[in-house]
């Protein structure tokens, strides 16, 4: 699967942050796969997401 993803700055500090007050979903109407990879690319280290990504 071939994508062209730019992070807007500061999301990790933004992630981080949000991550303390509330519990935090990825949601997309995309296929699985593509949802999967964006978790890849947002959380690497699994901090904020786990299994919270809803396709």
């Known amino acids: 699967m071939q ?5 807007r700055p500061f999301v990790r500090t933004f ?3 949000a991550s303390e007050v509330f519990e935090m979903y ?4 995309g296929i699985r796969q593509y949802s999967l990879e964006m978790a890849k690319l947002l959380d690497p280290q ?3 997401f786990k299994d919270k990504v809803i396709y």
């Open 26 to 29: 990825i949601y997309t109407m």
């Open 46 to 48: 699994v901090e904020y």
């Open 3 to 7: 994508r062209m993803n730019k992070l």
């Open 15 to 17: 992630l981080k942050e």
